[in-house]
């Protein structure tokens, strides 16, 4: 079955200074893999996703995330965070029908 | 566009009390789904419908769950009799279709069991 490992439950970074977020899977097959952002009081966003060629994927807000799938990885990238991006950040495995999301990531910025 | 709009945002109840959860898709989309996000974990997939079909409901607890999607817009998610363990945010999401369409979701509803 698939599951989702995010290993980091809270982050804090300085406002300019670069992110990652670490997540890894487990999929039987080639992974569909997505990272979601939840603001406070908010449903979930989109930033992006994987489902097969470039290994880097660019989405929306900045926010880039690499495949590897020799280390089961899909870690979500952004050179430069921004106040407004602190927010819970979900790494998400699976068909868009039957998704299963890790525990989360809580972004912390500092000024 | 109008988004995904749910209601209440919040309820607080006692156990053994029931409630409802109602979800308004986006316009003309097909697939509806409930998920429950427990305080610090990822959403879990309760319920998932295809018009007023149901296509998977395996993560749904039927002893006390139950959801229904008439005329295959408006969604309502029941509980009775809630306990304490329910408490949790509710989501509502839908997308056109199911293969490889994005889901978008509403803000969801914080219930609080006590």
């Known amino acids: 079955a698939q599951s989702v490992t995010q290993p980091d439950i809270h982050i804090t970074v300085s406002e300019g200074a670069s992110l990652e977020l670490r997540c890894n899977y487990s999929?039987?097959?080639?992974?569909?893999l997505f990272w979601y952002v939840q603001s406070p009081g908010q449903g979930l966003q989109l930033l992006l996703k994987y489902f097969s060629g470039d290994t880097l994927v660019q989405g929306i807000k900045g926010f880039e995330a690499e495949f590897k799938r020799s280390q089961s990885s899909f870690n979500l990238r952004k050179p430069s965070v921004h106040w407004s991006d602190a927010a819970e950040y979900f790494c998400a495995v699976g068909p868009f029908w039957d998704m299963r999301f890790g525990a989360g990531t809580r972004l912390t910025v500092k000024p | 566009e109008a988004g995904v709009a749910q209601s209440p945002r919040y309820k607080i109840i006692e156990k053994r009390q029931s409630v409802a959860f109602w979800c308004n898709p986006i316009?003309?989309?097909?697939?509806l789904y409930w998920y429950q996000q427990i305080l610090g974990q990822g959403p879990k997939l309760l319920i998932q419908f295809q018009n007023n079909g149901v296509v998977d409901d395996s993560q749904l607890p039927k002893d006390r769950f139950s959801a229904e999607r008439l005329k295959g817009v408006d969604s309502t998610l029941k509980i009775q009799p809630a306990k304490l363990e329910d408490s949790a945010v509710y989501l509502c999401?839908?997308?056109?279709?199911?293969?490889?369409?994005?889901?978008?979701f509403g803000p969801g509803t914080r219930l609080t069991v006590t």
């Open positions: 316009s003309g989309h097909a697939t």
């Open positions: 999929y039987g097959a080639t992974p569909y």
């Open positions: 999401a839908s997308s056109p279709w199911t293969e490889n369409y994005e889901q978008y």
